[in-house]
């Protein structure tokens, strides 16, 4: 089993920027590949960024390349979520998503991957 609770949502002006945390219980988080997701209101739940258990493969959705970057320290338990240059688009609930994997490569953009979500954090970005 693996908990994972978000943290570092907020309201903030366009062009401003956000650091997402997510906090994992449990001592598989090392073998946990890792993605964030975001839902806005009435919209389905999208991949925005996914990172391998060794930290060696990240992946983006194109929505967000080269604004935001995941990365994770697995002596803390965490992977984090570094949003810059935000736009009003970026407005929704992020989670944070785990797959146990012995791969350690693994990553998908597919929601239906992860096998444990935490309880999402609002992010709102004013124009």
């Known amino acids: 089993q693996v908990q994972l609770v978000e943290s570092g949502g907020g309201l903030v002006q366009a062009g401003g920027f956000l650091r997402l945390s997510c906090a994992a219980s449990?001592?598989?988080?090392?073998?946990?590949?890792m993605g964030w997701f975001r839902q806005a209101p009435g919209k389905e739940r999208d991949f925005v960024a996914a990172?391998?258990?060794?930290?060696?493969?990240?992946y983006y959705a194109d929505s967000v390349k080269g604004r935001f970057s995941i990365s994770r320290d697995n002596a803390k338990n965490t992977v984090y979520l570094q949003m810059n240059s935000l736009k009003p688009e970026d407005t929704a609930v992020y989670y944070c998503?785990?797959?146990?994997?012995?791969?350690?490569?693994?990553?998908?953009?597919?929601?239906?991957?992860?096998?444990?979500w935490g309880q999402g954090t609002q992010v709102t970005v004013s124009s």
């Open positions: 998503a785990a797959h146990l994997t012995y791969v350690r490569s693994w990553y998908s953009s597919s929601a239906s991957s992860y096998d444990y």
């Open positions: 449990g001592r598989t988080f090392s073998r946990s590949a």
């Open positions: 990172i391998s258990w060794s930290g060696g493969t990240t």
